[in-house]
């Protein structure tokens, strides 16, 4: 299986703001749709956004709209996933995974080990 890796979480205030990456090496991302979901403990996992192959369509969940965004550079192999206006229910662990489109319904074909997000004062 090929990995992605996610980088940028850390601890931020509420009201703040992060970046997170997510990249890949060995293979290209463009081939792929990328989605960012999230894991906190003891909650289901929450899907968060999704981008498609052209970066042409996003999508994301009504808990994060307006506040994240999702974008590719598909020069740099890289997608990230602007968060702003932290709020603490946002602490979680962040994944990003490869499929072939955005669907709940497409498989996930590659992923990475996360990066913590940490909203606190």
């Known amino acids: 299986q090929l990995q992605l890796v996610e980088s940028g979480g850390g601890l931020v205030q509420p009201g703040g703001s992060l970046r997170l990456s997510c990249s890949a090496s060995?293979?290209?991302?463009?081939?792929?749709?990328i989605d960012w979901f999230r894991q906190a403990p003891g909650k289901e996992h929450e899907e968060v956004s999704c981008?498609?192959?052209?970066?042409?369509?996003?999508n994301y969940a009504g808990s994060v709209k307006g506040r994240f965004t999702i974008s590719r550079d598909n020069a740099k192999n890289t997608i990230y996933l602007q968060m702003n206006s932290l709020k603490p229910e946002d602490t979680a662990i962040y994944y990003c995974?490869?499929?072939?489109?955005?669907?709940?319904?497409?498989?996930?074909?590659?992923w990475g080990q996360g990066t913590q997000v940490t909203v606190s004062s």
């Open positions: 995974a490869a499929k072939d489109y955005c669907s709940d319904y497409a498989p996930t074909l590659h």
């Open positions: 060995g293979f290209t991302l463009d081939l792929f749709a």
């Open positions: 981008i498609s192959v052209g970066g042409g369509s996003t």
